[in-house]
């Protein structure tokens, strides 16, 4: 049996907890976190939510980590409507455990709604499921350094209906993922594959929300990239494939010779990456004159040729910060410097990493700890 009890929660709906009658031994917990990789081993625990139209959002629940039932109906498995998030919860270097910026994941899981015309979760509703979660699952925060509790909060259409429109129902779920460090052995900078054959995203698309099927549509470019023998692929503009806009599911840094760093702005066709939004103000803090602009493919390589770009990275929550050090397209490649990680990559890395850790300072307040 399943002991319910209602806990105060600062949104209107209260989550009830019903928490897993049978979550695994600590040597089973100690075993899984002893390699967690990324996104295989789950906790014990989700959170979920339900939406109507006409009642709004309702059965707010925490329970064990459990698989869920749908009918063949269900409206997201045929039209789509499915969004999803990606956030952290750290192990404090002075103890306890804190999220990062989990208010701007609340904001973008809004805006991932609107464009998908699904219902919006109010912010305070979904930072009360992640620390209920975080609070259910605590002793799941991995605490080695690079380590963190990967937490996906999802919302998709739940109306058994075959009509084409906005679903008149939804459920919310969340659920967690202990997350190994990314690069156990140390930075390793990730090769590129140029699409020009595919797009992510087109003015007037889905490329600003993170809904499931940008990720669909994005396979097969990740696929060609791999047959090209590189790690991932960067994603171009949908008219003149030649401006960069991003590399899989990161955002993507120049750090140019002169000291400047430059971001693709955002355009409508890129995911606006909290990462990216954190590299921003790092860059800053550390004296860098940050441009929101535009490069083009041919900038990029001339820019190599010529010394005038030094360094390139990837950002992203998964992944944090990676370099770029090869890159290829259909007429050939190039290496980014010397294809090594460059130091203003690492120490931004470091930076970020030191804050998210509790080993830094944390200026801006980002940091959001779990009690
Ligand atoms: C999630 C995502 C990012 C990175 O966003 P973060 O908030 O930094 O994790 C970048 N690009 C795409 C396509 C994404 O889906």
């Known amino acids: 049996m399943t002991v319910r009890y209602r806990q105060p929660m600062s949104s209107e709906l209260t989550i009830e ?101 699904m219902a919006e979760l109010p912010t305070e509703l979904f930072l009360d499921s992640v620390r209920a979660l975080v609070r259910a699952d605590r002793d799941w925060v991995p605490t080695r350094p690079g380590e963190s509790l990967y937490l ?10 075959l009509g084409v429109r906005p679903a008149l129902a939804y459920r919310y779920l969340l659920f967690g993922s202990p997350a190994g460090n990314y690069f156990p052995g140390g930075v390793r900078p990730v090769s590129v594959w140029l699409s020009t054959e595919y797009v992510r995203a087109a003015p007037g698309g889905t490329g600003e929300a993170k809904c499931a099927g940008n990720y669909a549509a994005s396979l097969v ?53 909290v990462t990216r939004d954190s590299i921003l103000t790092l860059g800053r803090d550390l004296g860098m004159d940050t441009v929101e602009g535009r490069i083009s493919t041919d900038e990029w390589q001339r820019g190599c040729e010529d010394g005038t770009i030094a360094e390139v990275f990837a950002c992203g929550t998964a992944a944090v910060v990676t370099p770029v050090g090869q890159v290829k397209h259909a007429g050939g490649g190039f290496t980014v410097a010397d294809g090594a990680p ?23 307040g980002w940091m959001v700890p779990v009690d």
């Open 221 to 273: 470019a990740q696929a060609q990239a791999a047959d090209q023998g590189c790690d991932q692929v960067v994603w171009l503009d949908a008219i003149e494939h030649r401006f960069v806009e991003e590399m899989g599911g990161m955002n993507l840094y120049f750090v140019m010779a002169d000291g400047r760093l430059l971001t693709p702005a955002l355009t409508g066709t890129l995911l606006p990456g």
């Open 17 to 117: 907890l019903a928490p897993s009658s049978s979550p695994r031994s600590a040597e089973d917990r100690a075993r899984l976190l002893a390699d967690p990789g990324f996104g295989q081993v789950f906790t014990d625990h989700m959170v979920s939510i339900s939406y109507a139209a006409d009642r709004g959002w309702y059965d707010a629940q925490l329970t064990a980590y459990a698989p869920i039932t749908l009918e063949p109906a269900t409206s997201v498995l045929h039209y789509g409507q499915a969004i999803f998030e990606g956030l952290k919860a750290y192990h404090q270097a002075g103890g306890g455990v804190a999220l990062f910026r989990p208010e701007m994941n609340a904001a973008r899981f809004q805006r991932s709604a609107r464009r998908l015309a």
């Open 342 to 364: 460059g130091a203003v990559t690492m120490k931004l890395r470091d930076a970020l990493l030191g804050i998210q850790q509790g080993t830094a300072p944390d200026p801006h």
């Open 152 to 161: 996906r909060p999802l919302q998709f259409a739940v109306d058994p209906f």
